[in-house]
C-alpha cells in the first residue's frame, strides 16, 4: 500500500472528497498527512472526518517533514497554484498525482519541462472520466474498427452553474472567476474534452476554430466552440458551457463512423448505444458481450448496479497505483490508461491554440509540442 499526502482538497472543496474517496477504494493507497488548507480548523476538521494521522500549515513544511515517508503527493489546490507546488515536489524527486489540468499555461508547461527528468520522476495526471468502463469499451470498440473508420467526434460538456450554481458546495470559487489568456472554463472543462478525444481516438487535432463568448455576470468566458482538423481526416467540434440551464453535468460522447456510431451520456454511464449502417441499434451494458472488460474492476457489483463517478475515479487510481509499480521496478510507467506530462503538455497547446484561433477569428495550425 501506497502511503500518499495530500496538498488541497478539504472537506469543503469540490475535488477532496472524491479524490480520497476513489483512493481508499481498492486498499492500494494511505493518505497519512495534509496541508488540506490554510485554514487551521478546516484542516483539523478535515483530519479528524478521514482519519489522517498528521496534517501541516502548509505544502511547504509538508514536503519537508514528510518527503521520506510518502511515496506519492496528490495537488488538489487551485490550477493556478499547481506548477509552484509541482515544481519543488518535483526537485525533491517526490512522484506527483494532480488533479487536471497540470497547469493554466503553455509558459507553466516549459517550467515544468526543465526541471522534468523521465527517468527520475513520476508526474501523472487525474482524467477520471476516461475510467468509465463503458469509456474504455467504446475505446476497444474504435481501436477494433468496429464503427468502421472514423469520420467526425462530437463532445460536449454543457453546465448551469453560472446562472443555477449547485447548492451543495461555495460556487464559483473566486480563482473560477479569472481569466488568463487560456479562459478558465476551457481548464476546467475544456480540457477533460480534449482528453477524451485523444483517449478514444489515439491522435491530436492539427487545425482548431474557435468562438468564445460570455453571457453570465461575472464578467468570464463561460460559453465555448471549438471545431477541430484531424490529420487523418476525422472532423470533430466540442461544446463546453456553463450558462446552459438544465444541465447539471451534460457531458456526452459521440462518435460516428462509416459502419456504425455509439453515444455515450455521462449521466446514464453504463449504457453505450450503437447504431449500425443497417439500421439496427444495440445498447450495451456490463451484461453485454465486451471487447475490454478482462479487469474485474468493472465490475465491482453484478451488471444491474450502477457504476458511476467516484468507481470510475478508483479505477484510476488503481490504474496509478500499477503505474507506480512500475515506476519502482524500472523508472518507467507504461499504463494505456494514465497520463502524465506530455499528455498534459498536448492538452495545454491545444486550449493555448484555440485562444489565439478565438483572437484572430481564423483556424490555428497547432504546433506539435
Not at 505544502?59 to 497554484?81: G, R
Not at 501523472?124 to 468502421?148: C, D, F, W
Amino acid at each position: 500500500m501506497y502511503k500518499i499526502a495530500f496538498i488541497g482538497g478539504s472537506i469543503d472543496s469540490i475535488a477532496g472528497y472524491p479524490h480520497f474517496i476513489a483512493s481508499q477504494m481498492d486498499k492500494k493507497f494511505e493518505v497519512i498527512a495534509a496541508a488540506f488548507t490554510h485554514n487551521p480548523q478546516k484542516n483539523k476538521e478535515t483530519a479528524l472526518q478521514w482519519k489522517v494521522p498528521k496534517t501541516y500549515e502548509n505544502y511547504k513544511d509538508l514536503i519537508k517533514y514528510e518527503k521520506e515517508n510518502i511515496d506519492a503527493v496528490v495537488i488538489l489546490t487551485p490550477t493556478p497554484l499547481h506548477v509552484q507546488m509541482i515544481t519543488e515536489l518535483l526537485n525533491s524527486c517526490i512522484p506527483v498525482i494532480c488533479e487536471k489540468p497540470l497547469v493554466s499555461s503553455t509558459a507553466e508547461i516549459q517550467q515544468i519541462n526543465n526541471i522534468y527528468d523521465s527517468s527520475k520522476h513520476f508526474l501523472v495526471v487525474t482524467n477520471n472520466y476516461s475510467a468509465y468502463p463503458m469509456v474504455r469499451e467504446l475505446r476497444h470498440q474504435i481501436q477494433k474498427g468496429e464503427l468502421g473508420d472514423i469520420l467526425a467526434i462530437r463532445l460536449k460538456m454543457p453546465q448551469e452553474s453560472f446562472l443555477r450554481p449547485p447548492k451543495s458546495v461555495k460556487y464559483p470559487q473566486k480563482w473560477r472567476l479569472k481569466d488568463d489568456f487560456i479562459p478558465m472554463i476551457s481548464l476546467d472543462l475544456g480540457a477533460h474534452l480534449h482528453h477524451l478525444a485523444h483517449f478514444l481516438l489515439s491522435e491530436e487535432p492539427t487545425e482548431v476554430m474557435a468562438h468564445y463568448s460570455s453571457f453570465s455576470k461575472y464578467n468570464v468566458i463561460d460559453d465555448v466552440n471549438i471545431f477541430l482538423k484531424y490529420k487523418s481526416g476525422i472532423e470533430g467540434n466540442f461544446w463546453l458551457s456553463k450558462v446552459a440551464l438544465g444541465n447539471r453535468n451534460g457531458l456526452s460522447l459521440e462518435v460516428y463512423g462509416s459502419n456504425a456510431s455509439a453515444i455515450w451520456v455521462q449521466e446514464n454511464p453504463e449504457k453505450l448505444e450503437i447504431s449500425y449502417s443497417t439500421g439496427d441499434k444495440v445498447i450495451k451494458d456490463r451484461g453485454s458481450d465486451m471487447l475490454g472488460f478482462v479487469n474485474p474492476l468493472y465490475n465491482r457489483m453484478t451488471p444491474g448496479h450502477p457504476a458511476g463517478f467516484i468507481e470510475a475515479f478508483a479505477n484510476l487510481y488503481s490504474d496509478i497505483s500499477d503505474a507506480l509499480d512500475a515506476f519502482h521496478q524500472q523508472k518507467i510507467y507504461l499504463n494505456s490508461y494514465v497520463y502524465g506530462l506530455e499528455h498534459a503538455a498536448k492538452s495545454i497547446n491545444f486550449l493555448h491554440s484555440a485562444s489565439l484561433s478565438n483572437d484572430t477569428k481564423s483556424w490555428v495550425k497547432i504546433r506539435e509540442t
